[in-house]
């Protein structure tokens, strides 16, 4: 397959070829409102153009810090376009995780939402040697140049200038820096190729078969390569029409609005959903909730063969068509997913309870797994060939092998070129001519792959032997109604437990048993205290003895972003954890 030389080249036939048909649709004054691809092109060149005036030189970083929104794609593309590298920064980050990041790419421009992301590069200014510029995507500020005023500098810089820039991008040249979000250390800067983004987009969309003019809500931070990919490269690759959600808290009364195509989401989202859907269950009238019932059994059965690409039988088939029009057509409006053929999700493990019940609501999910070293995706998951357990096969195009000590291996056009300024750590990433993921997996003889650990995750007992947390945790929060689960016990003589609880679930079972609904007083319960370890021992009886949780401990609120134990993408930051819940690790050891 020819590919372009970047995804800029791409953005700029489209603006040619589809003119006044919408691409983006933002909100204003309470309704979506569109941008055509014309306009989205032109205002991509004039963001790069405004960008130069400011200064920009080919091969400068340009930090982005804000929600998702038009501006976050001009300012991409438009320092893209002038030769410059975009570098994603999450909106929850503190100003010294802004710091950091700005000062080791040497970012001479910032780009930021709104003033309150404004004041956290103020309170770090004096740390930014090389910050020349900061730009407002909305309000203004002395200190700051305004969104429309960069576009309006845009004047400054002749159109011939920009063409040059955009006619110099090779396939090899640094496209974006994506920064890992920090689970083991400071976040390191994975270099993105513009043939990376490229080639990435062309070989997702052939092996998914996503057609083209899709409809999807842009929602889960644009500083993650997942984002990223779908609904940016993807988007011009597939000439999607991308909504972009007014905020995480709003998503629900945006899927309403926007009704998407495709939606993908990180597991921790549609557990929340779960959560929810399975209260409203709870409540719903008895000979309601009987059909349902009857109706998940044949959604159940129907799907266990349509997803591995076998024909259900004829009853089950009509079953399915009608329980489809009767039932779900209804609860899949309700969520704005009526219209939607592909559910999406990867970042993290997902439960098989998760997976089970939206399967039986007529909503399979899809698994994908990849990192950001290998721009998404390494394997995918797609209709007729996913398996539970498994995270489909990899990609066409890719080699995906198993080391001696179970690491998977990718090597492909999708690889990074390696870390950011880090040399010693890009040669052991990239040891051999392979990515070393740091996962640890297996494939099947059908070549689906499976992830059992990440490598620096493994807890070596003191026994010596190796338990596998993830697939542990996993477990644990299909425990009703727990919310996150981390597992401990690295050169101990067991293996212990912190869970929290999901505030959704947990206010469901204490109404259901007539308990108290605050945290603190359910924590100390008894009565949850024995549905938790009915749980687990549920759960120690499948396990080999190494493995079981011999204790645990229930947290009283749940992990977040904004405490520290979890990432922007809500995997869990276990240092933190053991750190900040030190006193309750020892507890659960005392007389070991």
């Known amino acids: 397959m020819e590919l372009p030389k970047s995804i800029v080249h791409v953005l700029r036939a489209r603006g040619r070829e589809l003119g006044d048909t919408p691409a983006l649709w933002s909100k204003r004054n309470g309704s979506y409102q569109p941008t055509s691809w014309r306009e989205y092109a032109s205002l991509v060149e004039r963001t790069g153009r405004g960008l130069m005036t400011l200064g920009l030189k080919p091969g400068q970083a340009v930090g982005i810090l804000g929600f998702n929104r038009i501006e976050w794609h001009l300012a991409a593309y438009g320092a893209m376009s002038a030769g410059g590298t975009p570098v ?11 710091q950091y990041i700005v000062h080791h790419c040497e970012a001479p421009i910032v780009v930021v939402e709104n003033l309150a992301q404004l004041e956290k590069v103020r309170a770090q200014r004096a ?11 909305e309000g203004r500020a002395d200190d700051a140049v305004s969104f429309d005023d960069l576009l309006a500098r845009a004047d400054g810089t002749p159109r011939e200038d920009l063409d040059a820039r955009v006619a110099g991008l090779e396939p ?16 390191k800067g994975v270099e993105i190729t513009h043939k990376n983004v490229v080639w990435t987009a062309a070989y997702l969309t ?3 078969g996503a057609p083209e003019g899709e409809i999807l809500i842009s929602y889960l931070p644009l500083s993650h390569i997942a984002e990223q990919l779908v609904s940016m490269h993807c988007g011009v690759w597939n000439r999607f029409e991308v909504y972009f959600a007014e905020s995480l808290e709003k998503l629900p009364e945006n899927l309403r609005e926007v009704r998407p195509t495709l939606f ?26 009987k059909l349902l019932a009857r109706a998940q059994k044949v959604a159940t059965a129907y799907h266990e063969r349509a997803m591995v690409s076998e024909k259900p039988g004829p009853l089950v088939a009509l079953q399915y068509a009608i329980f489809k029009r009767l039932v779900f057509s209804k609860l899949h409006a309700r969520l704005g997913l009526e219209r939607c053929k592909l559910f999406g999700t990867s970042a993290a493990p997902i439960g098989r309870d998760v997976l089970e019940f939206f399967r039986a609501i007529d909503v399979p999910l899809l698994e994908t797994y990849g990192q950001s070293e290998v721009t998404g995706p390494t394997s995918v998951s797609i209709p007729g060939a996913a398996r539970f357990g498994f995270l489909g096969r990899p990609m066409p195009g890719l080699t995906v092998r198993i080391a001696e000590d179970g690491e998977i291996l990718v090597k492909g056009d999708n690889v990074c070129k390696g870390y950011h300024k880090e040399p010693a750590a890009t040669a052991e990433l990239l040891e051999g ?21 990440r ?10 032997k190796k338990a596998a947390p993830q697939e542990l945790e996993k477990h644990l929060r299909a425990i009703f109604p727990v919310g996150n689960a981390v597992v ?18 947990a206010k469901r079972f204490a109404r259901e048993r007539g308990l108290p609904e605050d945290p603190g007083a359910l924590v100390a319960n008894p009565t949850l205290q024995a549905q938790l370890q009915q749980g687990v021992d549920a759960l120690n009886g499948k396990l080999a003895k190494w493995e079981t949780i011999k204790r645990f401990e229930i947290l009283p609120s749940d992990f977040t972003v904004e405490g520290g134990e979890l990432t922007p993408t809500l995997k869990i930051k276990r240092k933190v954890v053991a750190e900040k819940y030190r006193a309750n690790i020892e507890r659960m050891y005392e007389g070991d």
């Open 88 to 98: 994603g920064i999450y909106v929850t980050s503190s100003p010294e995780q802004i």
């Open 127 to 137: 740390n930014l040697p090389h910050l020349k510029h900061v730009v407002l995507m």
């Open 172 to 187: 090899e040249g640094l496209a974006t820096l994506i920064y890992t979000s920090g689970t083991t250390g400071p976040p």
């Open 206 to 208: 052939k092996c998914v």
């Open 264 to 289: 993908f989401a990180v597991p921790r989202v549609w557990e929340k959903f779960k959560a929810r859907l399975e209260d409203a269950i709870a409540q719903a009238p008895a000979q309601r909730k």
């Open 433 to 453: 001519g392979w990515m070393h993921s740091g996962d640890v997996g297996e494939i099947d003889a059908q070549g689906y792959l499976r992830i059992t650990d």
């Open 455 to 464: 490598k620096k995750d493994l807890i070596v007992t003191s026994g010596g």
């Open 488 to 505: 401990v016990g690295e050169s101990r003589n067991y293996l212990c437990a912190l869970l929290t609880l999901d505030p959704d679930a």
